[in-house]
């Protein structure tokens, strides 16, 4: 089944093709050009002048949870600080959730951020931390997401002892989630795991095979940057408190620097350092950190709003690092642009640019979206 969609106002592709029609064929872009040489379809869609745009690709979140965390989010805001603690919370809640519980929340929020023009979704496991729980987070993920993480290094479980449990997540834990994940990540923070704790986790994920990431620099300074830069990693997530060799080595390196603005606003940190990161010349991505904790949105075009309005991204800037910039982080070149090919992950917005994502804050713009070659909306 081929559909050729006509009436492109603008098409946004992250790639050398332009034109103003596409031909979708199966689950794969077919064609991109101008629309009186397109090729034969079976169904024609008119677009009627709107902005077309990839798919967005959301490199980082956390979506294997159970329970409720509105009262710290309340606390939050009259003036508490956020800390890595509150994981603890969602952590006994998820454990006493039923797989079919837990699947149904992955279903929720994968179907919400649909509808909202998310057509690839990166999650993680991370609120079980023990063997059995780890390794159902993951195979739940995966019935839903697009990649998943094992992040069994995201809490040392109250009353555990940090080295054993260090010895757990990169022994036994990983042994059992191995098979079900493509990355692995840890939380290197204060009040989660130091450099040597961090570094062990992500050494011995990387001997069993997997891609790195790492949550670093979220709530103040520390080594999680260096180490992500050291390593390796395809994505080092937060970069909330950067110093200038922190930017110097992002920009000299292959990791690219995620930025979860949305993360930042609702536990009251100062906004990442975007310009900078850019201008030094790193690759930057954006992510909406979907958690019940520090950042519940699935909403990746306020992540886009945020970096434009308050980050002093452009805005062609901000709808790279939310398609191709993600896609990149997930070492994937096949989602986050638009070209034969490419997977057929379309956002068409209810607006003639990109440039209403700033200009129109707040305003849901989605109008409809293709994701495998499937109109959803
Ligand atoms: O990316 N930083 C660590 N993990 C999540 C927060 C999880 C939570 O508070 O439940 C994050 O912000």
Redesign the pocket.
């Known amino acids: 089944m081929s559909v050729l969609i006509t009436g492109i106002g603008e098409l946004t592709t992250n790639t050398e093709a332009a034109g103003d029609a596409l031909v979708i064929d199966g689950e794969q872009i077919a064609w991109v050009g101008n629309a009186q040489n397109a090729p034969a379809a079976d169904e024609r869609v008119d677009v009627e002048g709107r902005a077309v745009l990839p798919g967005w690709v959301d490199s980082?979140t956390?979506l294997v949870f159970a329970g409720d965390?509105t009262a710290e989010f309340g606390a939050r805001m009259a003036g508490k600080p956020y800390t890595?603690g509150?994981?603890a919370v969602?952590v006994n809640a998820t454990r006493q959730a039923t797989d079919a519980e837990l699947a149904e929340v992955v279903r929720k929020h994968v179907a919400e951020a649909l509808k909202q023009g998310t057509t690839f979704i990166e999650t993680k496991t991370?609120?079980g931390l023990n063997v059995p729980d780890e390794v159902r987070s993951a195979r739940i993920a995966a019935e839903h997401a697009d990649e998943i993480t094992f992040l069994g290094a995201?809490l040392v479980p109250p009353g555990e002892d940090a080295d054993t449990y260090v010895d757990l997540v990169r022994g036994e834990m990983l042994d059992a989630v191995a098979p079900l994940v493509r990355w692995a990540d840890v939380?290197c923070?204060k009040g989660?795991f130091d450099y040597d704790q961090s570094k062990a986790v992500l050494e011995a994920a990387q001997a069993k095979g997997l891609g790195l990431r790492v949550?670093g620099n979220?709530l103040g300074e520390g080594p999680g940057v260096r180490l992500a830069v050291e390593l390796g990693a395809a994505s080092v997530?937060?970069c909330t408190y950067l110093s200038q060799e922190d930017i110097d080595a992002l920009a000299s390196s292959q990791t690219v620097a995620t930025l979860?603005p949305a993360?930042d606003l609702s536990t009251r940190q100062s906004l990442p350092p975007a310009r900078a990161l850019l201008d030094a010349g790193a690759t930057v991505a954006l992510a909406s950190?979907c958690?019940?904790?520090?950042?519940y949105t699935s909403s990746m075009a306020f992540c886009v709003t945020t970096a434009v309005l308050q980050m002093r991204m452009t805005v062609e800037e901000a709808v790279w690092a939310a398609t191709a910039g993600g896609a990149q982080s997930l070492k994937r070149d096949d989602v986050g642009v638009i070209r034969p090919g490419a997977r057929a992950d379309l956002h068409v917005l209810d607006a003639p640019s990109i440039t209403h994502l700033a200009y129109r804050p707040g305003v849901p713009l989605t109008h409809s979206v293709w994701r495998r070659g499937e109109r959803s909306l």
């Not at 958690?291 to 950042?295: D, E, F, I, T, V």
């Open positions: 980082h956390h965390r890595a509150g994981i969602t991370g609120y995201h939380f923070e989660a949550h979220q997530d937060h979860l993360c950190n958690n019940p904790g520090s950042s």
